[in-house]
C-alpha cells in the first residue's frame, strides 16, 4: 500500500508531520483528519520528489500538450468534475471519464496526462500545476485549496461560476465595441474609395471649367486625394492603425510601459470609468472567491495581483501584500494608495472587522458588473450621435469642396 507523507495542525494548533498508509490522497486526508488533525498541505506519496527528481533530469515528453485552452472547455471541464465528485467517484475515474467525452485535441491529452500523473501518487493540484497554458495559478491554487480541505466539489463549482462571470463580463465589453468598430471600418473604407477613383476624375474636370482657379476646400481636398492615390497615402493609412497596435503590444512587454498604458486607459473620459469598474470587479472576484475557498490571504493577493490583468492594480496589491506582512489591515494602504473609490476601502474595512471579507468583496463584484452594464449602454448611446456628427462632417466637406467650384462656375455664366 503507498506510504503519504503529510503537515497538519493538530488539536493544539502544533504542526506535525508524519507518514500514513492508503490507497489514494484522498483517502488519505480523510485518515488524517479522522485522527484529529486539520492537513495545511496535500499530502505527497513517498518517493514522489524521487520521481520528480528522475523527471526533470529525464523530462519525459508530452506531445500535444503544451497548448492553451478555451475558457469555455475549462469552465465545463471545472463544472463536470465537480458533479463527479459530488457523485463520490475517485477523482482518477472522474478524469478517466471526463477524458473519454473530450474530443481529440490539446485537451483530451493534457487531461489524460493529468489522470497519468495521478495514477503515479502526485495530487490534482501538482499535476494540474504541470501545464501552466491550460491551467493558470488561481485555477491549480483554488484546487489545492479544496483538496486540502475535503471541498474539492464545492471549489470546482465556485471555480466554474467565476469564469462564467468573468467570461460573461469580458464578453459584455467587446460586443459593445463591435458596432463602433464596424461603422468606422465601413466608413473609413467609403472615403478611401472616394479620394482613390472619385475625387482624381472631379478634380482634372473641376481644374479645366474654372481654368485652374478653385476654392481652398477643393484645393486641399485635392491634394490630399493626391498624396493618398498617387503617393502611397493609402498604404500609410492602411498600415498606421496596424502599426499602432504592434507599437502597444511591444510597449506591454515591458512592466514600465503596462503600467503607462493602463493608467492612461483609467484617465480617459467615460472610458475610463468602465475600465476602472472592470478591473476592479475582477480582482475582488478573484480575491473574494480565493479567500472563500481557503486560501491564505497572502498567497490569494499573491495570485489576484498575477491576474489582475492591470498594472496599476498589481503593483498596488503587492503593496498590500508588503504591509499585510508587517501587520496592518488590507484597507489602510488600499485607501493610500488611491486606486479605488470609498465605497470600495469601506465595504472592505467592514469585511475585515466582521470576518466577511471574501463576501464583501463578492458583492463589491457584483455590484461593479451592473455598474459597467450602465456605462456600456451609456457609451454605446453616446457613440451614435458622435459617429453620425463625425461621418457627416466628413462626407459634407467632400460633397462641398466638389460643388463650391460648380456654384462658383454657373454663378459666374449667369
Known sequence: MPVFQYEALDSSGQEVKGQIEALSGEEALSKIRNMGCFP?????????????KTASAKPKKRRGAGGRVGVKQLTQFARQLSTLQDAGLPILRSLRILEEQQKAGTFKKVIGYVADDIEGGSTLSEALGKFPKAFNKLFVNMVAAGEVGGVLDVILSRLADFMEKAQRLKAKIKGAMVYPVVVMTAAFGIVLGLMLGVIPKFSTVLKDMSGGD??????????????????????????SPIAIVFILRMIRQFA????????????LPVVGQIVYKTVVARWTRTLGTLISAGVPILEAINITSETSGNEVYSNMLHKVHNAIRQGDTFANPLRQSKTADGLVVNMIDVGEETGDMDKMLLKIAGNFDEEVDVLVGALMSLLEPIMIIVLGSVVGTIVMAIFLPMVRIITSLM
Not at 495545511?40 to 520528480?52: D, I, M, N
Not at 477643393?218 to 492602411?238: E, M, P, Q, R, V
Not at 514600465?256 to 484617465?267: H, P, Q
Request: charged content about 20%; aromatic content about 12%; hydrophobic content about 45%.
Open 40 to 52: 495545511t498541505k496535500p499530502p505527497k506519496a513517498k518517493g514522489a520528489s524521487r520521481e520528480k
Open 214 to 239: 478653385l476654392p481652398g476646400l477643393t484645393t486641399n481636398l485635392i491634394s490630399i486625394s493626391n498624396w493618398i492615390a498617387y503617393k502611397y497615402g493609402w498604404a500609410i493609412l492602411i498600415a
Open 256 to 267: 514600465i510601459g503596462r503600467y503607462i498604458l493602463d493608467f492612461i486607459n483609467l484617465r
